[in-house]
Structure formats: structure tokens, C-alpha cells
């Protein structure tokens, strides 16, 4: 018998061991999208390494090269959105409210679902909500190429939902609120969520130095 509870005392240890190790490998082995949820500041030299043309709300051919020299924001949104996206607009008009020196700013909102935001749609939704300026583009283009190069060069990614994880017809991606902040000489200053308080004031305060290296 205590031969038997022996080897039970040796298996019972050896598998909290093999439980162990796999959360400690799983937590450093697991890739993550940001360096936090609420707030990143980039320590390393990543910039807007390459461009592809892009259709606003009114139906001009754009790319974001044309944007150095300007402090921009950069974000995602669609239309259809049910909660956060017109929310993310909303926490960005009030920031552009509050520049007082508003020459070197800019906003970018590129959307999560081209199959539907066409250029008329972007249009729609950008005046009935107040957006509509000519220091905002509202961008549209091919799905594929549009979502992959959000990710590869803003980091800024979604999924579209299964079926199951829908609450409406309307709730089609999964995305967090992030916005990245690019200075004048289109380098990616980092990554904020605008509806996190902390996170929020970082995203000023870069804002503001940010503008101020534009205008020296």
C-alpha cells in the first residue's frame, strides 16, 4: 500500500511539473498584437515603410505618403459598426477639438469592411456624425490587400466573427479601439486606446510633442 501511494505521490508531482512548464512556455512563446492593452510607446524605429492607394468618401485616389510633414492618427472603422467604432471617432473629435494648432493634424479612419463602405457610404456616415472635414479621410479599397496592410504596417488588425459570436447582423469584427499615432517624418510613434483614461493622456501628451517637432 505505501509502495502504491508512493507512486502516486511521484505521478501527482511529475504532472503539476508538466503543467507548470507549459504555462511558462505558453506565456513566452504566445505572440502579442501590443506591447499592452491600454498604452504602447514604441522603443525601437518603425516607420510607414511602404503605401498603397486608397479611396476616400469622395472618391479621390489617396496615399499616406502625401500626409508627411503632418502628425496623423490612424485607426479603423466601419460603418456598420454596432458599438466601438463610431465611439473611437467620437473620443478623436473631441482630441481635434482641442488642438489649438490644428495645420500639422490629421486623422485616418480605415475601414474594417470594404465589401460594403463604399466612398458614398464613408460619406454618409462622416456627416451624419460630424467628421466630415477635409483634415479627416475616411478610406476605403480592396478588402485583402486593404486588411493586410493595416496589419503589417500599423499592427492594427480584426477578425471577422463566426456566426456564433454575433449579437447582430450588424456585429461582424472583432477589433480592439486601438489608434497609432505617426509624427511628420512618418514614423509610428505607438499605440493607444482611446476609451482607457490612462492610456488616453499618454496619447495626448505624445500628441502635443509630436506637433511641436512638426512645427520646428
Not at 467620437?90 to 490629421?106: A, G, Q, S
Amino acid at each position: 500500500m505505501n509502495k502504491e501511494k508512493k507512486i502516486i505521490g511521484i505521478f501527482i508531482v511529475f504532472a503539476l511539473f508538466l503543467v507548470v512548464g507549459f504555462i511558462v512556455l505558453f506565456q513566452f512563446s504566445s505572440p502579442k498584437a501590443y506591447k499592452s492593452s491600454n498604452t504602447s510607446s514604441a522603443d525601437f524605429s518603425r516607420y510607414v515603410d511602404r503605401d498603397m492607394p486608397m479611396t476616400d468618401s469622395n472618391g479621390s485616389t489617396r496615399q499616406l505618403k502625401e500626409l508627411k510633414g503632418k502628425v496623423w492618427l490612424i485607426s479603423h472603422v466601419f460603418t456598420r459598426c454596432p458599438g466601438q467604432c463610431a465611439g473611437v471617432c467620437v473620443v478623436l473629435d473631441e482630441l481635434r477639438k482641442e488642438i489649438n494648432d490644428k495645420d500639422k493634424l490629421h486623422f485616418v479612419s480605415v475601414t474594417l469592411d470594404p465589401a460594403h463602405d463604399s466612398p458614398s457610404h464613408l460619406k454618409e456616415f462622416s456627416q451624419k456624425h460630424g467628421f466630415d472635414s477635409d483634415d479627416w479621410w475616411f478610406l476605403t479599397g480592396e478588402a485583402d490587400e486593404l486588411n493586410n496592410y493595416m496589419m503589417e504596417v500599423f499592427s492594427l488588425s480584426a477578425q471577422e466573427k463566426k456566426e456564433s459570436e454575433k449579437t447582430s447582423d450588424d456585429d461582424l469584427f472583432a477589433h480592439k479601439p486601438m489608434v497609432a499615432l505617426i509624427n511628420h517624418e512618418l514614423k509610428i510613434e505607438g499605440w493607444y486606446n482611446p476609451f482607457d483614461k490612462r492610456s488616453s493622456e499618454v496619447l495626448r501628451e505624445k500628441l502635443q510633442i509630436a506637433l511641436n517637432e512638426a512645427k520646428s
